[in-house]
Nanobody, 126 residues
């Protein structure tokens, strides 16, 4: 599966962006899709995940209430709506697919994701 993420950019503190990630082929119902981010000098961090069939979601605490992950099954695309952005949200954002063959709950470990897209830069200015 090839993933193409886009929608990043420069935004002011308190602003909004919507990231998109399109998959090159259909996403199977047991798959999960996730968003991660990596700030300069820091490790990659989980942001949010969604189950493809049920649409169940899971967020890291720092983005709860500000970010929303969603998907469009027909377009094989996952979105990340980011509101009330803060300078600490500045990072390269990556989308990823988890095949989830054993149908386990949503995961935040990057090691459990199988395919990754190229990142899209998000910069929040203060």
């Amino acid at each position: 599966v090839q993933l193409q993420a886009y929608g990043g950019g420069l935004v002011q503190d308190g602003g909004s962006l919507r990231l998109s990630c399109a998959a090159s082929e259909p996403i199977f119902s047991n798959y999960h899709m996730g968003w991660f981010r990596q700030a300069p000098g820091k490790e990659r961090q989980f942001v949010a995940a969604i189950s493809w069939r049920e649409g169940n979601t899971y967020y890291t605490d720092s983005v709860k209430g500000r970010f929303k992950i969603s998907r469009d099954n027909a377009k094989n695309t996952v979105y990340l709506r980011m509101d009330s952005l803060k300078p600490e949200d500045t990072a390269v954002y990556y989308c990823a697919v988890r095949q989830n063959p054993y149908r386990t709950p949503l995961a935040e470990s990057s090691a459990q994701y199988d395919f990754w897209g190229h990142g899209t830069h998000v910069t929040v200015s203060s």
